[in-house]
């Protein structure tokens, strides 16, 4: 008897992607049609593309292809939660009807003739397959640089990341019910994956221009996911304030016994420079420090609220012929799409 072939759901998160969205399903219907005609791959394999709130016609461009596509089905979020919630709903989603699922941007600047790779080694047994990029030459000059830093940073932190991995990556179905279990509210996936341990394997690629659109993670996103990386995996940054509170400790302490001694001799002078200086230098440290506690304590908040990351408003992955009045609303007409 032939054994049976893996369902795999490519899980495409979308904010605004109204420019690159019809590209990008061509090209991914057509890696789906070429590894099941290598039969490694089911016929009932799918694309699901998960809509983050979008503005533009990216919800109307996934409904219409549903219908005439029979790769492409389609999530819909309420609003727009940020890529990583996106991504995670799309997984939960998808991990349902599927034996594997990978996850990419619908940009497509990751180069999508791995997926045969990543499946061929789902077939040898890996869980977790990353895709790991081999240049950062399309990045600017400053995000080629800061994401080298980050890395190095969370390397020293012994913060488990894949280098030059970001979310491109196969996940076995029992891979997605472990990640389930992790329930935190901030997510950093990249961070939460490699801890989930199970055999896994790195394909390398080279990262491409994006098809069209601009990047939906301007700089003040970026910082903000990279702060949250680091502080959602390590206390080092509380525990650098502490150090450096027991070093000023040490310095007061014998800058404290020179000023005794100064005084015993009758050499005190009315020091006010050095005054200020202290008083300036001390109220930074303490704010600073004041800053990161609060950080951590803004953490533990949103954290025991356990509100769910996201809601679905419309699901065509798992009632693909039920589809609710909106969507068929949302519709475009063939020859709009077109
Ligand atoms: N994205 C999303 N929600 C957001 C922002 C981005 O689902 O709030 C999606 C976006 O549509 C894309 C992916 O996340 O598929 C990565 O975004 P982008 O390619 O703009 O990031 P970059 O490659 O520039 O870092
Ligand atoms: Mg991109």
């Known amino acids: 008897m032939k054994p049976t072939l893996p369902l795999?759901?490519?899980v495409v998160p979308c904010y605004n992607e109204q420019e690159v969205l019809k590209d990008t399903i061509t090209?991914?219907?057509?890696v789906l049609d070429d590894l099941r005609k290598e039969e490694l791959i089911s016929a009932s394999s799918k694309i699901?593309?998960?809509d983050d709130g979008s503005k533009d016609r990216t919800w109307s461009l996934i409904a219409m292809e549903s219908t005439i596509n029979s790769y492409v089905t389609g999530l819909k979020l309420s609003c727009n939660v940020g890529h990583q919630k996106a991504?995670?709903?799309?997984?939960?989603?998808?991990?349902?009807k599927s034996d594997c699922v990978i996850s990419i941007d619908a940009d497509l600047q990751d180069d999508i003739s791995v997926i045969r790779s990543f499946i061929l080694k789902y077939h040898e047994g890996d869980e977790i397959v990353y895709g790991v990029r081999d240049s950062r030459e399309t990045d600017t000059f400053f995000k080629r640089n800061t994401a080298l830093c980050f890395y190095r940073l969370m390397q020293k932190l012994n913060i488990n990341l894949i280098y030059n991995h970001a979310d491109y990556r196969l996940m076995s179905k029992r891979a997605i019910e472990e990640l389930s279990r992790y329930k935190e509210a901030d997510l950093f996936l990249r961070g939460i994956v490699p801890l989930i341990g199970f055999k896994s394997s790195k394909v390398t690629y080279s990262r491409k221009e994006r098809l069209a659109g601009e990047t939906k993670y301007p700089l003040k996103k970026m910082v903000s996911f990279a702060f949250n990386g680091l502080t959602s995996f390590s206390v080092f940054p509380i525990r650098a304030f502490t150090l450096l509170g027991c070093l000023l400790f040490l310095i007061s302490v014998m800058t404290g016994?020179?000023?005794f001694i100064q005084k015993l001799l009758g050499n005190t002078s009315t020091g006010w420079t050095s005054l200020i200086i202290s008083i300036w230098l001390l109220g930074a440290i303490q704010?600073?420090?004041i800053g990161v506690?609060?950080?951590?304590i803004g953490k533990i908040f949103i954290e025991v609220?356990?509100?769910p990351p996201y809601a679905v408003d419309i699901d065509l992955y798992t009632e693909r012929l039920g589809m609710s009045t909106f969507a068929e609303e949302s519709l475009l007409t063939k020859e709009e799409f077109n």
């Open 27 to 30: 090209q991914l219907s057509s």
């Open 8 to 10: 795999v759901t490519i």
């Open 287 to 289: 704010l600073i420090s």
């Open 87 to 96: 991504l995670l709903a799309g997984l939960e989603k998808a991990k349902s």
């Open 48 to 50: 699901l593309f998960v």
């Open 257 to 259: 016994s020179y000023a």
């Open 305 to 307: 609220k356990k509100r």
């Open 293 to 296: 506690v609060g950080e951590y």
